[in-house]
Structure formats: C-alpha cells, structure tokens
C-alpha cells in the first residue's frame, strides 16, 4: 500500500495543503486522476473546488465522488483517492451507504489506489473510529474503519497546556482512557505533521514530530523523519479492558 496521512490540510497563516504540498506532489508523482472524497462536510461541491484549487500545480485531475451517480465509479477509475477532512462520523457514515468503503478499501488494499487523507480522513486509514476528536453528530453503522494501518492515529494532537486553567480532559488524558478499554498503540500527530507509508515502511514527516502513546510504555516523542515502520507489526486489541 502507499499511503500519505496528513494530520492537518492548512497549517496557521498558510493557504489549504500548502504546508505539505511537496510531499503531496512526491506522492502523487506519475497521477493523472484523483478521486476525492467530499463526505466529511456538507458542502460536496465547494469542497472539492477547494482540492482542485490546491492541487492545481500537481498536475492531477481531481473529480468529487459525488459528481457520479455511483460514486464508486469515480473511484474505480482513479489512480488515487483523497478522503478530506471534517467530521468523521458523517465521513464515516457516508462512506459505508454509498458503497465508496468498500471499493476503497478493496483498491488500496491491493495496491491498485494511492491514499492520502487529511484529519478525518487520516482517522479512517486506522482499524477504528474510537481515537477521533469529532462529536458523533450522526451514528455511523459501526466504528469500523479502513484498517490500512493496525495502529490508531490521533490527528490534531494537542499537547498539554500547564498554563491553561480548562478542566477538561486534555488530549493525553482522553487517549490515555481509550488504552484503559483498548490495546492499541496511538499516534497523536501534531498539527503540520504526516505519515508516510510505502509497503512495509513508515516514516514521520513535517515539523513538529507527534507523540507515540502505548498501554504498556510512557509516552515519547516521535520526531519529524523517524522511521516508525515497527508500528506496523503491532496487533491491535479493542475492548481489552486493563488489569
């Protein structure tokens, strides 16, 4: 599988992707037709005039999934796809009605598709919904996602403000609790951070590094460009409650 998963599509202060629009153009190299998946925001039109804009120097035709009448036909003769980012439970839902999950899954799988998401759309590459900061504005069928990696990805990942007088859960507490119900190594990605994955490497890339996060080990850094291939061979457990 080749997969590019984006914590974030703009960084402060820069214009959509273009914190990462080289990497994007390395990925998608030798690409003429790109499949993008609209499904995480309600506006399917202005957000996939939004991806070509910003795809626009990579060469790359971009087609929304939603500008067919069987959506899965536009990814059935793409080269890539893109899931964006927005809500993941409505991405999530969308995706298992329309029947672009399976195709997806199935091509890339096979390594006939390319994957790059972004946020949600980085979410759905994990086995589960379960690490997502999004509210459940609609129920998805089940939590079950894509599964191209066996770890989960927290996008966005925030780390802890000592300063901040918030009493809610910070990001570290919140993944900490999902590991009390779940054996799965987490990977918070920070803002302006991806993952790279080629066959059976891995490798950060951006700026700002992420947090690796495991039941059975304290938290560490992951800095920009380390290879992190050995999560790759982890096998994941769901509801393996602590103790």
Known sequence: MDLLLLSNSRNHGQEFLAHALDEIGDFLAGVTRL?????ALQDHDAYTGVIADALATCGVEVSGVQTAEDPRTVVEGAEAVFVGGGNSFRLLQRLQTSGVF???????RSGELRYMGSSAGTNMASPSLRTTNDMPIVEPASFSTFGFVPFQINPHYLDPAPESTHMGETREQRINEFLEENDVPVLGLREGSWLRIADSAARLGGRNGARLFGREAAPREVAASEDVSGLLDVRPRFDAPAG
């Open 35 to 39: 499949a993008f998946v609209p499904y």
């Open 102 to 108: 399976e195709v997806v899954q199935r091509r890339v």
